[in-house]
């Protein structure tokens, strides 16, 4: 039984083409090979610029902010902030190679002549507020009503 189960792998495998202890042939592909390259990193030379914008919404607050650049990297603007009342917010700053450096104009409530964390805050006396009345909103009461259809009637009545 042995010699028979030989007998049919050498036939296989001469039918096969190749002997059976060895393997079918393998062809390698190799992936291509990609290199990164990191570039030079050019620092660019700041330029000079200007720009500002001021808008103001539909309740009458008013919103601007103005900024320049030098060419050597240092940056001097204002950013402010004026509600309908007349309280208002204006921080003033210069940023260059000593830091970020704010000055911080304002007539809000609650604030007080102080330079905390090397922030130099000029407070005034708030304007006299004119407090609004809030529109009156009418209270209406929805009562649910049932939606009824009547009967569909079909055909005539005999008198």
């Known amino acids: 039984m042995l010699k028979l ?25 190799h992936a291509p090979v990609y290199s990164y390259q990191p570039k030079a990193v050019v620092a660019e030379k700041p330029e000079p610029y200007d720009f500002s914008y001021e808008t103001k919404d539909e309740d009458g607050n008013t919103q601007s902010r103005q900024e320049s650049g030098d060419g050597s990297g240092a940056v001097s603007g204002s950013f402010s902030y004026t509600d309908a009342n007349g309280l208002f917010r204006r921080v003033n700053y210069v940023a260059d190679a000593d830091g970020f450096k704010p000055s911080i104009e304002t007539n809000e409530p609650g604030t007080a002549n102080a330079n905390p964390a090397d922030v130099q ?9 004119q407090v609004k009345a809030a529109p009156v909103h009418k209270i209406v009461k929805l009562v649910h009503a049932p939606y009824y259809h009547a009967p569909l009637a079909y055909g005539y009545a005999h008198a």
């Open 5 to 29: 189960l030989v007998l049919c792998m050498l036939a296989a495998a001469a039918y096969a083409g190749y002997p059976f202890y060895a393997a079918p042939a393998v062809k390698v592909v």
């Open 121 to 129: 805050v000029t407070a005034q006396e708030p304007p006299a507020i």
